[in-house]
């Protein structure tokens, strides 16, 4: 076990955190609520290197600015690369968009604007709800045997179908051509692709 810290030594480590948890907190452009965990973040890998001071070779105030210093470039190199990971900086959906702006940027997103469309999700209702009713509509104006073909495709790939025995590659590619020719005529050509992807 190392020996305890001088009182006055405490000081100048909590001193020294402090001053550098600001620096580093000014640096960084983050709310004020981040400023103690930064100084707990720092403090906590200056505790842990501690039983490296030498005294023989300087003050620990130089000590405690050295390692400071070094821990606070690696959180700031850090949060840069989570930053850019994310594309910028967060912003809270609490706040003003724009400037003199009395709605705030949550107010002002559509639905399509959501975290869902981001990730490639048809984040729009009523589309996808008018979608349905088209498909319902064009599917009850079709053939038995087409509307069992759709359901099928609706469940599976083709090449399932194939290594089922529904029939070959070939003629399920041309029946595949044809219904895609007949829903596009009855006006669900491209919107019936976008339906079976969701």
Not at 17 to 28: E, G, I, K, P, V
Not at 81 to 93: E, F, H, I, N, Y
Not at 102 to 116: F, I, N, P, R, V
Not at 164 to 185: H, I, K, N, P
Request: hydrophobic share 40%; with cysteine.
């Amino acid at each position: 076990m190392h020996p305890p810290i001088s009182r006055h030594h405490l000081a100048c480590i909590l001193d020294e955190a402090d001053l550098a948890a600001r620096r580093l907190h000014r640096r960084l452009c983050g709310p004020a609520a981040d400023l103690d965990d930064l100084r707990q973040d720092l403090l906590i890998d200056l505790i842990c290197r501690l039983p490296a001071f030498d005294a023989s070779r300087g003050s620990i105030g130089a000590f405690a600015g050295i390692v400071l210093r070094n821990q606070a470039s690696r959180i700031a190199l850090k949060h840069h690369r989570d930053r850019c990971s994310r594309g910028g900086a967060l912003v809270s959906l609490d706040a003003p968009f724009g400037p003199g702006a009395t709605d705030t940027l949550g107010e002002t997103l559509s639905q399509s604007d959501g975290l869902a469309t981001w990730h490639g999700q048809d984040g729009d209702e009523f589309a996808r709800t008018d979608l349905r009713h088209d498909l319902a509509r064009v599917l009850g104006q079709l053939a038995p045997a087409a509307r069992l073909f759709c359901a099928a495709l609706g469940q599976c790939p083709l090449r399932n179908l194939v290594a089922r025995g529904v029939g070959s590659r070939s003629a399920l590619y041309r029946r595949t051509g044809e219904l895609r020719f007949d829903l596009t005529a009855r006006g669900l050509g491209p919107a019936w692709d976008g339906f079976r992807a969701a």
